[in-house]
């Protein structure tokens, strides 16, 4: 059976990224190889990226490479731990530092099933806590440790 | 000459400057020795730790934590045959046999000892020849800035091994992303979407963080899970025998030669250094087949070299203001931080600068000879502490660090894309150091670009002319040529024999002479 490798994928992927980027500095004034314009260096970039990219693509696509452990997706891991980040980011600017400590702690422990919430709320509690010292005692930093701002 | 060293130590000595060296060193071995990070996470996640210090104390503290995450970096290789960091590598390959036949106490004191000989022969180095490129500097025209850079990138990609093409893609995309922000030339705004915070660039920290920090420990997570450490390591354990000490005089020797020569050079850096010192050794021995089951020549060798390496790798950053590697485009991302413009003016404009941090590279050496004896207990410790609470926290400090540079909830949410992407390039072979390479020399490449092309009346053919810019160029070409025929041949060489070449992990790409 022949799957699409993600090999393939991510070189799609970047060829989309080099194209919009070349889209986008097209739009700005390329100038001249003298007086080069702000458009003209990412105009270049963009043009090998995509170039380089499709390169990789026909070769990931000819070889068809049997998918190895090593380029599989571990969704579990990647989700909680990117959506722990993410959950940091948005209760850090609603509820502040504390309660974002809480977020990215409860949901990076979720990349492991039976993690359990005890050992996740002591790290959460030691972390705030060290994070305090350093931070705000030690480093005399103005964090938000608590707020409420919608 | 000597008062610039004296200069250099009476900055360094000074109580402030030695305790954040102390803890710079403290710090980066703790982190070099967790799994998946190195010393480049350890520079990123503490950065932001360093934006209230002076400037020298900063670097101080800053170049403490780097060559302490190496030396942590080879603790985990040792006792675990986990490199912590891509040069600790070669370590495992002798470093843990060693361990396994009961002397693991041995070998990371031979490590501690040849790190401290390497280093310091790479600090002599560094002394000796920094400011006389900084002079040889201030004559380049920004042509030969512009091909001095190209030449680094293309080294960078083509000289470490791996896929060519990957390594390419890479560096564009790290120079495209390079472009986001202000226009230095026009003030015109590039790739900004309308986002105030995408005017100033993207966070150098927020995008370290997401591919280095974020993806490895997101793979961390399903790595390794039964980490066992059957020996007790105590400081008495770690007396090496004389005869030991006689065989490993050798061995650093050249490794601390072969790396103070290839650190300094752009792309080449501590992996290469390490297996080339490795690859040498293995060559002048006369009983070839003890590499890999615990020769002493075999630790001595390459962890001289890495860390030669490591110091002379500031060479062509702190003289020329053009870094050489990931780790070392960080540190000079940290110089700009604190208002310093790296270049050739960066040794007379802020001699305590640079002298003082030299001089706490010997003191910080010293503090990691010093300090890892008493103190391997603690690392073992560490080591064996169950990974399933180390990451959360490190994930919540990756946050807050970010979050705290700029107080900025943008950059926070660049970690989760950054992150992603590292991930999925992870998976499939893309390294990225060269990314965040390219992101650095990005502005500095484009801007010596245009000058040298005003200069040049618009014709190419004029920078080609030039011996020097023209040679450089040459080089760089050369090396791609090299480097694309090559993969090119490998590629033929593994149809013809029927089978594809699969992605290995751990030690790949270096050819070890026969024997």
């Given at each position: 059976?022949?799957?699409?490798?993600?090999?393939?994928?991510?070189?799609?992927?970047?060829?989309?990224?080099?194209?919009?980027?070349?889209?986008?500095?097209?739009?700005?004034?390329?100038?001249?190889?003298?007086?080069?314009?702000?458009?003209?260096?990412?105009?270049?970039?963009?043009?090998?990226?995509?170039?380089?990219?499709?390169?990789?693509?026909?070769?990931?696509?000819?070889?068809?490479?049997?998918?190895?452990?090593?380029?599989?997706?571990?969704?579990?891991?990647?989700?909680?731990?990117?959506?722990?980040?993410?959950?940091?980011a948005?209760?850090?600017a609603?509820?502040?530092?504390?309660?974002?400590?809480?977020?990215?702690?409860?949901?990076?422990?979720?990349?492991?099933?039976?993690?359990?919430?005890?050992?996740?709320?002591?790290?959460?509690?030691?972390?705030?806590?060290?994070?305090?010292?350093?931070?705000?005692?030690?480093?005399?930093?103005?964090?938000?440790?608590?707020?409420?701002?919608? | 000459?000597?008062?610039?060293?004296?200069?250099?130590?009476?900055?360094?000595?000074?109580?402030?400057?030695?305790?954040?060296?102390?803890?710079?060193?403290?710090?980066?071995?703790?982190?070099?020795?967790?799994?998946?990070?190195?010393?480049?996470?350890?520079?990123?996640?503490?950065?932001?730790?360093?934006?209230?210090?002076?400037?020298?104390?900063?670097?101080?503290?800053?170049?403490?934590?780097?060559?302490?995450?190496?030396?942590?970096?080879?603790?985990?290789?040792?006792?675990?045959?986990?490199?912590?960091?891509?040069?600790?590598?070669?370590?495992?390959?002798?470093?843990?046999?060693?361990?396994?036949?009961?002397?693991?106490?041995?070998?990371?004191?031979?490590?501690?000892?040849?790190?401290?000989?390497?280093?310091?022969?790479?600090?002599?180095?560094?002394?000796?020849?920094?400011?006389?490129?900084?002079?040889?500097?201030?004559?380049?025209?920004?042509?030969?800035?512009?091909?001095?850079?190209?030449?680094?990138?293309?080294?960078?990609?083509?000289?470490?091994?791996?896929?060519?093409?990957?390594?390419?893609?890479?560096?564009?995309?790290?120079?495209?992303?390079?472009?986001?922000?202000?226009?230095?030339?026009?003030?015109?705004?590039?790739?900004?979407?309308?986002f105030l915070e995408l005017r100033d660039?993207v966070s150098?920290?927020a995008?370290?963080?997401?591919?280095?920090?974020?993806?490895?420990?997101?793979?961390?997570?399903?790595?390794?899970?039964?980490?066992?450490?059957?020996?007790?390591?105590?400081?008495?354990?770690?007396?090496?025998?004389?005869?030991?000490?006689?065989?490993?005089?050798?061995?650093?020797?050249?490794?601390?030669?072969?790396?103070?020569?290839?650190?300094?050079?752009?792309?080449?850096?501590?992996?290469?250094?390490?297996?080339?010192?490795?690859?040498?050794?293995?060559?002048?021995?006369?009983?070839?087949?003890?590499?890999?089951?615990?020769?002493?020549?075999?630790?001595?060798?390459?962890?001289?070299?890495?860390?030669?390496?490591?110091?002379?790798?500031?060479?062509?950053?702190?003289?020329?203001?053009?870094?050489?590697?990931?780790?070392?485009?960080?540190?000079?991302?940290?110089?700009?931080?604190?208002?310093?413009?790296?270049?050739?003016?960066?040794?007379?404009?802020?001699?305590?600068?640079?002298?003082?941090?030299?001089?706490?590279?010997?003191?910080?050496?010293?503090?990691?000879?010093?300090?890892?004896?008493?103190?391997?207990?603690?690392?073992?410790?560490?080591?064996?502490?169950?990974?399933?609470?180390?990451?959360?926290?490190?994930?919540?400090?990756?946050?807050?660090?970010v979050f705290?540079m700029r107080t900025s909830v943008f950059d926070v949410s660049l970690v989760v894309i950054?992150?992603?992407?590292?991930?999925?390039?992870?998976?499939?072979?893309?390294?990225?150091?060269?990314?965040?390479?390219?992101?650095?020399?990005?502005?500095?490449?484009?801007?010596?670009?245009?000058?040298?092309?005003?200069?040049?009346?618009?014709?190419?053919?004029?920078?080609?002319?030039?011996?020097?810019?023209?040679?450089?160029?040459?080089?760089?070409?050369?090396?791609?040529?090299?480097?694309?025929?090559?993969?090119?041949?490998?590629?033929?060489?593994?149809?013809?024999?029927?089978?594809?070449?699969?992605?290995?992990?751990?030690?790949?790409?270096?050819?070890?002479?026969?024997?």
């Amino acid at each position: 059976m022949k799957t699409i490798s993600l090999r393939l994928i991510v070189a799609v992927l970047l060829a989309g990224i080099g194209l919009t980027a070349l889209v986008i500095a097209s739009t700005y004034d390329i100038g001249s190889a003298r007086r080069m314009g702000p458009g003209y260096f990412p105009v270049v970039l963009s043009a090998v990226l995509v170039l380089l990219a499709v390169a990789e693509g026909v070769t990931a696509f000819m070889k068809r490479a049997p998918e190895s452990s090593s380029s599989k997706i571990d969704w579990r891991p990647l989700l909680a731990i990117l959506g722990a980040v993410a959950g940091f980011a948005v209760t850090i600017a609603l509820f502040g530092l504390i309660p974002a400590f809480f977020v990215v702690i409860g949901l990076a422990t979720l990349s492991e099933p039976r993690y359990g919430w005890k050992p996740a709320a002591i790290l959460a509690i030691i972390t705030c806590i060290g994070a305090w010292l350093l931070f705000s005692q030690l480093l005399g930093m103005t964090l938000p440790l608590f707020r409420l701002g919608f | 000459m000597i008062e610039n060293i004296l200069l250099g130590f009476a900055t360094a000595f000074t109580p402030e400057n030695l305790a954040y060296c102390f803890l710079g060193v403290f710090l980066g071995t703790f982190i070099g020795v967790l799994p998946g990070l190195g010393s480049l996470a350890a520079i990123s996640m503490l950065l932001p730790l360093t934006f209230y210090l002076e400037p020298t104390t900063a670097l101080i503290m800053l170049g403490g934590i780097y060559y302490g995450g190496e030396y942590g970096g080879s603790i985990a290789s040792i006792l675990l045959n986990l490199p912590g960091t891509p040069s600790a590598a070669v370590t495992c390959l002798d470093g843990n046999p060693m361990a396994k036949q009961g002397r693991a106490g041995v070998a990371l004191f031979i490590t501690a000892i040849a790190s401290f000989v390497g280093g310091s022969v790479g600090i002599v180095a560094l002394m000796g020849f920094g400011p006389s490129i900084a002079r040889l500097g201030l004559g380049f025209s920004p042509a030969d800035y512009f091909a001095l850079m190209l030449l680094g990138l293309v080294a960078a990609v083509t000289v470490g091994g791996g896929s060519v093409i990957k390594g390419l893609i890479m560096v564009v995309l790290g120079l495209l992303l390079g472009t986001v922000g202000t226009d230095v030339t026009t003030g015109d705004f590039r790739y900004t979407f309308d986002f105030l915070e995408l005017r100033d660039g993207v966070s150098l920290v927020a995008m370290a963080m997401g591919v280095f920090g974020v993806s490895e420990v997101i793979s961390s997570i399903t790595g390794s899970k039964t980490r066992k450490i059957s020996e007790k390591v105590t400081a008495r354990s770690m007396m090496p025998t004389r005869q030991d000490l006689r065989k490993i005089f050798g061995p650093m020797a050249r490794g601390s030669t072969i790396g103070g020569f290839l650190g300094a050079l752009p792309g080449a850096g501590t992996v290469i250094a390490a297996f080339m010192a490795y690859a040498t050794e293995i060559r002048l021995a006369k009983d070839k087949t003890r590499f890999g089951k615990g020769a002493i020549e075999g630790i001595a060798a390459p962890e001289s070299a890495n860390n030669a390496a490591a110091q002379t790798a500031f060479i062509p950053t702190l003289t020329i203001g053009i870094p050489g590697s990931a780790t070392m485009s960080i540190m000079l991302g940290a110089l700009m931080i604190h208002g310093i413009s790296p270049g050739p003016l960066l040794i007379s404009d802020h001699p305590t600068v640079f002298w003082g941090l030299i001089a706490s590279f010997w003191i910080g050496n010293l503090f990691l000879l010093v300090l890892n004896i008493p103190l391997i207990g603690l690392w073992v410790r560490v080591l064996q502490f169950p990974y399933k609470y180390i990451y959360p926290v490190v994930i919540a400090l990756i946050c807050i660090g970010v979050f705290s540079m700029r107080t900025s909830v943008f950059d926070v949410s660049l970690v989760v894309i950054f992150g992603a992407l590292g991930y999925l390039f992870q998976r499939t072979g893309y390294s990225p150091a060269p990314l965040i390479l390219g992101f650095v020399l990005g502005p500095m490449l484009e801007e010596n670009l245009r000058r040298a092309m005003l200069m040049a009346r618009g014709d190419p053919m004029r920078l080609i002319s030039d011996p020097l810019t023209g040679s450089l160029l040459a080089i760089s070409a050369l090396m791609l040529v090299w480097a694309v025929f090559g993969g090119i041949r490998s590629l033929i060489a593994a149809r013809r024999k029927g089978r594809v070449f699969r992605h290995r992990r751990g030690l790949r790409c270096w050819p070890l002479p026969p024997g």
